[in-house]
């Protein structure tokens, strides 16, 4: 997991209230991934990030936002949080060339009561 | 739609022996096709990257096969080892961005 540092580890928050969740990169990575991990569904692609304020949607974006205002900064925000969005959640960022593939953070374990 | 499918049943083996995992494809024609390992509470880590024009890699103990036609890709590991336990995960790539779509996994566990 170096390089890719995804902050709060756990957490744990009511329904209704809004939640951001921190991934900080030092790898220098123009692409940038938030997943969900749920039991029967595997990874699921939320929001990704090819630039500074270059965002677009993944498979299962609804209720969520991102923001990237600088590369080393990608942001998750559940603006109402609901017991729906209880899972993991991974940052990742993506190397190219002849080695290309995913350097993930060691996720966030989000509880919604 | 696409589907990715791997043995949902976990995978028992004995030390020392060859583990095969199987990652079926349909609707989908990717670019790439990778493999990564997660340990439990721990993001997934990379472990190889198999190209549709590739046949097989390989990477010390680790063997990788990617057949197009069958939409199929294998993953051995010889000489196994109970380090070698952890859920294994494929995952494919259309080349558009690294945007990658992943299979549930597959659990395994390599006793002594």
């Known amino acids: 997991d170096a390089g890719i540092t995804q902050s709060p580890r756990h957490k744990v928050t009511e329904t209704g209230t809004p939640v951001t969740l921190r991934c900080h990169q030092t790898?220098?990575?123009?692409?940038m991934y938030w997943y969900r991990q749920d039991p029967g569904h595997g990874l699921r692609l939320i929001h990704y990030?090819?630039?500074?304020?270059?965002?677009d949607k993944g498979e299962v974006s609804d209720g969520y936002s991102v923001s990237r205002s600088k590369t080393e900064d990608f942001l998750l925000t559940l603006e109402s949080a609901t017991s729906s969005q209880t899972s993991v959640y991974f940052c990742?960022?993506?190397?190219?060339?002849?080695?290309?593939?995913?350097?993930f953070g060691s996720g966030t374990r989000l509880t919604v009561v | 739609s696409q589907k990715i499918e791997q043995n949902s049943e976990a995978l028992n083996i004995q030390e020392g022996k060859t583990a095969t995992l199987t990652c079926n494809y349909t609707n989908y024609s990717p670019a790439y096709l990778q493999w990564y390992r997660q340990d439990p509470g721990r993001g997934p880590v990379f472990l190889l990257l198999?190209?549709?024009?590739?046949k097989e890699k390989r990477k010390e103990r680790l063997k990788v096969t990617f057949d197009t036609t069958l939409k199929q890709s294998l993953f051995h590991i010889t000489a196994s080892q109970p380090a070698d336990s952890a859920t294994y995960l494929c995952a494919l790539d259309n080349n558009q961005g690294g945007k990658l779509i992943f299979g549930q996994g597959t659990e395994l566990s390599v006793k002594p």
């Open positions: 990742a960022t993506y190397r190219t060339g002849d080695v290309a593939g995913y350097t």
């Open positions: 198999i190209r549709e024009n590739e």
């Open positions: 990030s090819y630039g500074v304020k270059d965002t």
């Open positions: 790898e220098n990575h123009r692409y």
